[in-house]
């Protein structure tokens, strides 16, 4: 043995705050909507030291979030309930922390950032060919729409005042870049139902109006008719009182998948064509054959297959005599 040998420790270097975030990415990897009860427990459970091993955990579940914007209500539901348990923690400047405000400030960071497009032009991104710099840039897009969604779900759960989402709002009304207008719909058709009230209604009026106004005005621009058929759907989806016209999927728990009436459905194998019944023709009532003329003999059967006295065993007595390569006997 070497006096260097690589010996395996256990949590050997590691700080306060990585060893939360590993415990806590744990947890994360398994969430799903069945067992979000006994998950969020486990994650009111960890022990969080200081602010920054808190601004650490944070930025874990708002990775996780953008990572999975499918699963963004029950990263806030988790967000929610871990929030009322873990007690606001001091910073060195004496400034109080909470999981409520470390997440708002990343999604603020997130939502205000224009620099997004930004490592789409570094050293990295320069041999890189057109398919994978398109798989990139949906990464990019997937990143910014989750960030809304997380948004959403935050406000469900009350985590965000109605004055900070008018505010959002009315930042995406004032532009016309395309991203910032997709945005727009899907924030709206996330927290819409909750803003039409008597608080968020003005708000929400001077928005549908900004609305139908630039619906006219990107739909003459080069690709922009899909966006103006999304602020459309976002118009009408007001008008409907926030009721879709198709049901989105959302994650369900197993006892919600097992009482779907689909999940119990019997797919029918494919149904063959009809066939003509079967109709017996009498004898006399079938149709004629048409005489055939010209109808070809048969071929004779050569020689050398028939049954002759040539091909029949010599007598004693008799020998055998080849005459112009044909079989004679003579005695």
């Known amino acids: 043995r070497t006096e260097q040998a690589y010996r395996v420790s256990k949590g050997r270097g590691q700080t306060g705050a990585e060893k939360l975030v590993k415990e806590a990415r744990a947890v994360l990897n398994k969430l799903t909507p069945t067992n979000m009860g006994k998950l969020r427990e486990e994650m009111a459970h960890l022990e969080v030291q200081d602010a920054a091993e808190l601004e650490a955990l944070a930025s874990l579940i708002f990775a996780k979030a953008l990572d999975e914007p499918h699963f963004s209500r029950l990263y806030a539901e988790l967000c929610s309930f871990v929030h009322a348990r873990f007690p606001p923690l001091t910073q060195p400047d004496c400034k ?71 505010g959002c709002l009315q930042r995406l009304m004032s532009s016309t870049d395309h991203d910032d207008i997709e945005r727009l719909c899907t924030l709206l058709a996330t927290t819409g139902r909750l803003l039409d009230t008597a608080e968020g209604k003005p708000y929400l009026d001077h928005c549908v109006q900004e609305m139908e106004r630039t619906a006219k005005t990107v739909g003459e621009q080069a690709g922009g008719r899909r966006l103006k058929f999304m602020l459309q ?83 004693p007595g008799e020998r055998r005599v080849r005459w112009a390569a044909q079989l004679t006997w003579s005695r």
Not at 272 to 284: D, E, Q, S
């Open 233 to 315: 759907d976002a118009i009408e989806l007001r008008r409907n009182r926030w009721v879709p016209r198709r049901e989105t999927a959302a994650p369900q728990t197993l006892d919600q998948i097992r009482a779907d009436p689909a999940h119990h459905a019997i797919i029918p194998a494919p149904v063959p064509l009809p066939r003509a019944p079967f109709k017996p023709v009498h004898p006399a009532h079938r149709p004629a054959l048409a005489p055939v003329h010209n109808k070809p003999q048969p071929r004779p059967i050569p020689a050398r297959h028939c049954q002759s006295e040539r091909s029949q065993a010599p007598a």
């Open 96 to 166: 109080a922390v909470t999981l409520k405000s470390c997440l708002l400030s990343l999604c603020q960071e997130e939502f205000e950032r224009a620099d997004r497009y930004r490592e789409l032009a570094d050293a990295d991104s320069q041999g890189l060919t057109a398919e994978d710099k398109e798989l990139k840039t949906n990464r990019i897009r997937k990143r910014m729409l989750g960030n809304v969604k997380l948004i959403g779900a935050l406000f469900e759960h009350k985590m965000v005042t109605v004055k900070i989402m008018s």
